[in-house]
Antibody
Framework: EVQLVESGGVVVQPGGSLRLSCAAS????????MHWVRQAPGKGLEWVSL????????YYADSVKGRFTISRDNSKNSLYLQMNSLRAEDTALYYC??????????WGQGTLVTVSS | SYELTQPPSVSVSPGQTARITCSGD??????AYWYQQKSGQAPVLVIY???KRPSGIPERFSGSSSGTMATLTISGAQVEDEADYYC????????????FGTGTKVTVL
């Protein structure tokens, strides 16, 4: 059974940093590109970032470029999102999702990040 | 930045057909995908590559794309289809960025 489990979401002050993790199981992790997607409370889905299967290519939404860094460790079947210079508008439920081709095939249940003083 | 535009809401009676549109300049060149999100749950893929249905998705869900518009059709909508629906695609400018549509709340009553 495919499982994606996000962790690391907490309450953090504006300007602070946070690292989210996503543990994958039930599939061959290094066959898949991986994404982060977020959803602010009561709002729609927002694509955040993409990393290729080998970590060699990364892409970001304009809203997080220069502040967030996506990475992966295929030996640990894990995906990460380093979040720096956090703002109130980064408050959201953060999902990780796998992608074999174009679709986001499997999703985790999300981890909540709250940026507040 | 690239945008995908959807109507905010669609309402249908049970058994009727619901159509949700998604408009985007890159859709003639890029596939559209559709996700269903029920309250408090993670999104679920219901249509991929414009018109293909993943295993386990009911046949009443179908997709099409023509020009700059993609459409998700729910034929014979059921009460359990009440959810938010999002289209998803790729920016065609070569930057590999993905984008979600603005989302459509489907009400079946």
């Amino acid at each position: 059974e495919v499982q994606l489990v996000e962790s690391g979401g907490v309450v953090v002050q504006p300007g602070g940093s946070l690292r989210l993790s996503c543990a994958a199981s039930g599939f061959t992790f290094d066959d898949y590109a991986m994404h982060w997607v977020r959803q602010a409370p009561g709002k729609g889905l927002e694509w955040v970032s993409l990393i290729s299967w080998d970590g060699g290519s990364t892409y970001y939404a304009d809203s997080v470029k220069g502040r967030f860094t996506i990475s992966r460790d295929n030996s640990k079947n894990s995906l990460y999102l380093q979040m720096n210079s956090l703002r109130a508008e980064d408050t959201a439920l953060y999902y990780c999702a796998s992608s074999a081709a174009g679709a986001l095939d499997y999703w985790g249940q999300g981890t909540l990040v709250t940026v507040s003083s | 930045s690239y945008e995908l535009t959807q109507p905010p809401s669609v309402s249908v009676s049970p058994g009727q057909t619901a159509r949700i549109t998604c408009s985007g300049d890159a859709l003639p060149k890029k596939y559209a995908y559709w996700y269903q999100q029920k309250s408090g749950q993670a999104p679920v893929l219901v249509i991929y590559e414009d018109s293909k249905r993943p295993s386990g998705i009911p046949e009443r869900f179908s997709g099409s794309s023509s020009g700059t518009m993609a459409t998700l059709t729910i034929s014979g909508a059921q009460v359990e289809d009440e959810a938010d629906y999002y289209c998803y695609s790729t920016d065609s400018s070569g930057n590999h960025r993905r984008v979600f549509g603005t989302g459509t709340k489907v009400t079946v009553l």
